[in-house]
């Protein structure tokens, strides 16, 4: 019983820097946040904080992962409208905005990271743990995405002369780019262009399927 209490502790400790990374890196800049800050959010020690990280830069990159696993997690579930790949394709793409909705600073933070760390990793372990985590099961990019469209080739409602990794990789940035400065600058382009988050997002859907639709 102890044995169990104890990982359970440690468990909650390590979800609890996280939780507490997570909300700091959202609301300031990366090079803004403090290790003292999140320890005193978490409610935990700097040495109970080096039990889990070794660096700001640990944390971070395991909050991204965390983003993207919780992100994809949620897409996968969701059920996707019965139909052929390009009915499939458009409402995986609406599941995807749903997500946003439900969850803006999952999207901030993959922007945030993004931008801070660019292809700057600080070392190289972190780089080789961040890519092999991207790699594993393609996190990151939909797998869904490609299998609609490759089903959608087949069953003939998308045009089969298209690579669907290629065409699949090209969807998802510019659909997370799109998403990941309409959380940040939505209310300002609202103001400037008249036009809101829904409106945007639904006019790209539209201009993708539109491209990839097989015509008859």
């Known amino acids: 019983m102890s044995t169990t209490w104890h990982k359970e502790m440690r468990n909650k400790n390590r979800e609890e820097i996280i939780k507490a990374a997570q909300k700091l890196l959202l609301e300031k800049d990366f090079s803004e946040v403090k290790m003292k800050d999140i320890c005193e959010i978490a409610g935990v020690s700097r040495v109970t904080f080096y039990k889990y990280f070794s660096t700001l830069d640990d944390i971070a990159f395991e909050v991204q992962m965390k983003v993207i696993d919780e992100m994809v997690e949620y897409i996968n579930k969701q059920t996707v409208a019965r139909g052929n790949g390009l009915e499939k394709l458009e409402s995986l793409l609406h599941i995807w905005l749903k997500f946003t909705f439900e969850n ?20 190289e372990d972190l780089a080789e743990r961040y890519r092999e985590f991207v790699m594993e099961g393609r996190r990151g990019r939909n797998i869904l995405m490609d299998m609609y469209l ?57 201009m993708v399927l539109q491209y990839v639709k097989k015509e008859k």
């Open 104 to 123: 803006p600073n999952h999207i901030k933070y993959i922007g945030f990271f993004d931008h801070y760390y660019n292809n700057n990793f600080p070392n």
């Open 150 to 206: 490759k089903e959608g080739m087949e069953d003939g409602s998308i045009r089969s002369d298209i690579d669907p990794e290629k065409v699949g990789f090209t969807i998802f940035e510019t659909t997370i780019s799109l998403l990941q400065r309409l959380v940040t600058r939505g209310e300002v382009l609202k103001k400037e262009h008249d036009l809101d988050f829904n409106e945007i997002m639904n006019t790209v859907f539209a």
